[in-house]
């Protein structure tokens, strides 16, 4: 099932009456100081943030679990590979490796803010069409060359997995069984090149077709953003939460005996 991420943008809640520049803008500053904690204190703390923000969403739970379920494998191996890995003094030995206590907690910290950043993002791109997500990015002056890559990516990325499974399926109607042998890696090395020439020749024609109808390279949308004042307090108060949450991150006193971990 493809994960496109904007499928309940239609869902009432307060994120998606949020004007998207400004609900793009403040998440965006929420997300960037996630990015720069460094304590697992506080990145539990911003992912518990995450979690309200996901919750006040109203996206459906099936839907969050079915997208960050691609997240935890992709994070999961960093608890196997960075205390093992880590550059200084092992604290013990485990099957031959040495083990270190700050690997963990380096894996832990990246988790707890991978996992609390794209959960935000789910929010905010969740609660919006991407199409007027992208122009909203665009009215903030992001690069134009950044939102439509964003936009066609994301785009063509449906198209590309209908044309693939297509094909297959075509495979599969003429008698293909896959085994392993080299007759079936052969199969699928003319199947990917067939199917990134035919993705090739689709780029022309669909750029070709946009250039017909006079596209210069800026996204237009028949949409006008209005602000009003529950925008600007809603932006407040994350921008606020950001900046507690940075603040507490730099000052914030340890006990003795939480030093060593944290």
Known sequence: MALDIDRYARTESPLQRWDPRVKI?????????????????MALAALVLALAILGVSALPRHFLLHGLSF????????????PFSYPGDAAFSLLGLPFAWEGLRLA?????????IVMVTFAVFGSSRFDISMLA???????KVVVQMLLFTYRYTFVF?????????????RGFVAHADMKTLRIYGHFIGTLLVRSFERTE????????????GELRLLVAFRSEADDYVKAGVVILLAVIMMYSDLNGALSPAEEGWY
């Open 205 to 216: 024609r669909v750029y070709k077709a946009m250039l017909s109808k006079g596209y210069q």
């Open 71 to 82: 997240v935890l494998v992709f994070l999961a191996p960093f608890f196997l590979i960075m």
């Open 108 to 116: 832990t910290l990246i988790f707890l803010k991978a996992l609390a």
């Open 161 to 173: 997995l209908d044309e693939m499974r297509r094909m297959h399926t075509s495979m599969r109607a």
């Open 25 to 41: 803008f403040s998440m965006g500053l929420l997300i960037l100081a996630i990015a720069l904690l460094k304590t697992i204190p």
């Open 137 to 143: 990015l665009q009215r903030l002056k992001c690069p």
